[in-house]
């Protein structure tokens, strides 16, 4: 168990739907990493959040979007969803303090489906 | 743009066998993270190295960190089932210590 917690672990809606997805980071880490993986696929970097603000920006639609709470939570909101968009979001988090190795620690994801 | 490039992306080999996986950049970096994937679920972090020419063993798998920090290999003893996954590697710029460069992975099935 890494710490990391994510709601809801399967998601099923239909295409032009918007879901969001949440993230609790494991205690004392600032920064929340969301990461989207497709079927047999790497992952891809979509965005970072550090200690409430966004930090860096990956291969994010337009249509996706993300923030961080005063609790350090997280949430993704995904909108106008497309068939393609189906695929496992992963939340991660670190310290983020900088001068560290930046190890990030994964949540289970949520496993999104879109009809 | 800073990449890393794993080989072999599949690799399916039999209980038993050695097995090499690599990681390579042209670019340096401050720091090499594995991280390991089984299906359905979260990557785990492995290990870390971040010292040029650093070797760290977990058990059957040995680490290496190249020399210039441009490169890393995994290499996995006498490999079970239960090393099937996928293997990561990730990579710390110099320019930032809140990124991570990820590699594509190598699908790893090690056969009974």
């Known amino acids: 168990d890494s710490g990391v917690t994510q709601t809801p672990k399967h998601l099923i809606t239909a295409t032009g739907q918007r879901v969001t997805l949440r993230c609790s980071p494991r205690s004392g880490d600032l920064s929340v990493y969301w990461y989207q993986q497709s079927l047999d696929q790497g992952l891809q970097f979509l965005i970072q959040?550090?200690?409430?603000?966004?930090?860096a920006k990956g291969n994010i639609l337009e249509r996706f979007s993300a923030q961080q709470f005063p609790d350090l939570h997280s949430e993704l909101n995904l909108s106008s969803l497309e068939l393609g968009d189906s695929a496992l979001y992963f939340c991660a988090s670190s310290v983020g303090g900088g001068g560290l190795p930046n190890e990030q620690f994964f949540g289970p994801g949520t496993r999104l489906t879109v009809l | 743009t800073q990449l890393l490039e794993q080989s072999p992306q599949f690799l399916s080999i039999q209980e038993g066998e050695n097995l090499t996986v690599y990681c390579n950049s042209s670019s340096v970096f401050s720091s090499l993270q594995w991280y390991r994937q089984e299906p359905g679920e979260g990557p785990v972090l492995l290990v870390t190295v971040v010292t040029g020419g650093e070797v760290k063993k977990l058990k059957r798998l040995t680490f290496q960190f190249g020399d210039a920090r441009k490169d890393s290999s995994l290499h996995i003893t006498a490999a079970q089932p239960g090393d099937t996954g996928l293997y990561l590697c990730?990579?710390?710029?110099?320019?930032?210590?809140?990124?991570?460069?990820w590699g594509a992975g190598t699908k790893l099935i090690i056969k009974p």
């Open positions: 959040y550090y200690n409430g603000e966004e930090r």
């Open positions: 990730a990579g710390g710029p110099t320019d930032s210590n809140y990124q991570l460069i």
